[in-house]
């Protein structure tokens, strides 16, 4: 048995209390999103810490202006070895339509999907709580092997990822020297099926804006006003609707500004590996593609901007019915971006818009939830060949490099902040109901990724 085997072999025998400590981190309730959840959110943040620390870190619960974040410091078998920072995020997504979940979603456990997979259910198992422990697991089976580890590492997890990461800038620009490593680590995104690993390449960034429309100071009978007095539903509407036009195109200008075509050889390439996996829309009840027209689907998700509405209130939307016309109406829109789009810029743009469409005796108002650019990381890196060759060696098929499609709003200030690469691999899958009633991770998600992990560290680590 070579030593990584040695390694490998106590991530296995761990299992059963790596399970225990996802259990016991899915069980606390750290949605960022809502201010109901502050304290289970510091909660997760002092959990991760007592984990981190039992494993021989330096660990500790830094304050933000928002939810903490964890840092902790762990050093290498020799002084040269390469530095790691390791990033995670410990917040989750809220959890409604709650009626829609088929188990409670903070009380995980292991389930048989049916298809003969077995399955770990509950909110943040697979985003992102099940992912940062495989890392973890992993330098502890490694530690718990070899008394050291190869690399020098740093780990920081936040809590307000899925809230845009407001407090994370300032508290890297407040912290640049202790968090700057060599490149970064990041175990957020998915593998490309159940059998082929992935290693991304690209994530597009994200706007997000609520648009907050007030007409009259009150709700109005329908009779005695409709027709007459300004209606902000309409409002709304006209400024939603508006926002594509026939082909699917987003239409406020200067939209498109940054946004680069695809190579021809690289569209070549996403159109083969399309192929390999033709239910993307019918395992989720669809058939058609929507969005820009004359697209490929990686091409809409990998390398095209968005216009999404996420959310709309306004009037009365409960049982039965009300002639009314409502005071105010909101929408939460977002744009994911690609390329060099400007994020403030695409912002101004739909608030000069959304505004020249709003009567005069009418207000207008704007939140903003986070503005982050696409990012494109190098495809060929040294880490990114070692990553690469050690996934390959612990899946059924060959890792391959792909784009992303959703935000990791930090990646791109490890750049622009800390002048480091970050490696972007994870084990999430397609199935995993990401931010949506019934998540899970797949049990072979979270055991084959520790060990994945260990295969990774070891690669990139000192010989
Ligand atoms: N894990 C995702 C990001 C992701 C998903 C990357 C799929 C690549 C492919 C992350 O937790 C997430 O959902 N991020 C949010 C960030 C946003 C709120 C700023 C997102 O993408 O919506
Ligand atoms: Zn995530």
Not at 88 to 101: A, I, K, M, S, T
Not at 164 to 181: C, D, K, Q, T, V
Not at 346 to 375: L, Q, T
Not at 436 to 452: Q, T
Request: proline content about 6%; some cysteine.
């Amino acid at each position: 048995m070579t030593d990584i085997d040695a390694v490998l072999a106590r991530a296995d025998a761990n299992l059963p209390s790596s399970l225990d400590t996802l259990f016991e981190l899915v069980r606390i309730k750290s949605i960022s999103t809502d201010p109901a959840y502050r304290a289970d959110c510091r909660e997760a943040a002092a959990y991760l810490v007592r984990h981190l620390a039992d494993i021989g870190f330096k660990a500790s619960v830094r304050e933000t202006d928002g939810n903490p974040v964890v840092v902790a410091h762990h050093e290498g078998m020799a002084p040269n070895c390469p530095h790691v920072l390791f990033y995670g995020h410990y917040d989750v997504q809220p959890v409604d339509p709650l009626e829609l979940w088929t188990h409670d979603p903070f009380e995980p456990a292991i389930r048989d999907a049916g298809n003969g997979r077995k399955i770990i259910t509950g909110r943040g198992t697979s985003d992102d709580k099940g992912q940062l422990l495989t890392f973890l697991e992993a330098v502890r089976a490694y530690k718990e092997v070899r008394g050291t580890l190869p690399i020098r590492l740093t780990v920081l997890f936040e809590g307000e990822e899925e809230s845009g990461s407001p407090s994370l800038r300032p508290f890297l620009l407040a912290n640049a020297e202790e968090l700057r490593a060599d490149f970064a680590m990041v175990c957020d995104t998915s593998m490309w099926d159940a059998e082929t690993p992935a290693i991304c390449a690209s994530l597009r960034g994200l706007v997000g804006e609520e648009v907050i429309i007030t007409a009259a100071d009150r709700d109005l009978h329908s009779g005695g006003y409709g027709g007459a007095a300004a209606n902000p539903i309409h409002i709304l509407s006209d400024i939603l609707a508006g926002l594509h036009d026939r082909t699917g195109a987003v239409t406020l200008p200067g939209f498109y500004d940054g946004v680069e075509e695809v190579p021809g050889a690289i569209k070549a390439d996403w159109q083969r590996l399309e192929e390999t996996s033709p239910g993307f829309l019918t395992d989720i009840g669809l058939s058609r593609l929507s969005g820009e027209q004359g697209r490929s689907r990686l091409e809409l998700i990998w390398a095209r901007p968005t216009a999404e509405i996420n959310g709309i209130s306004g009037g009365y939307a409960g049982d039965g019915f009300k002639t009314v016309i409502a005071s105010k109406a909101t929408a939460k829109v977002s744009f994911r971006l690609v390329g060099s789009q400007d994020p403030l810029k695409i912002r101004e743009s739909f608030r000069a818009y959304s505004r020249s469409k709003v009567p005069e005796d009418c207000k207008v108002e704007f939140a903003s939830h986070g503005a982050s650019p696409g990012i494109q990381l190098p495809y060929d890196s040294p880490v990114l060949d070692k990553a690469r060759a050690a996934l390959s060696h612990e899946w059924p098929k060959p890792a391959i490099v792909v784009g992303g499609g959703g935000s990791i709003p930090v990646v791109g200030d490890f750049r622009s902040i800390l002048g480091m690469d970050s490696l972007l691999t994870g084990f999430s899958l397609a199935d995993d109901r990401v931010h949506s009633p019934n998540e899970k991770y797949d049990l072979a998600s979270f055991h084959k990724g520790i060990r994945s992990w260990v295969r990774i560290i070891d690669a990139v680590g000192a010989k």
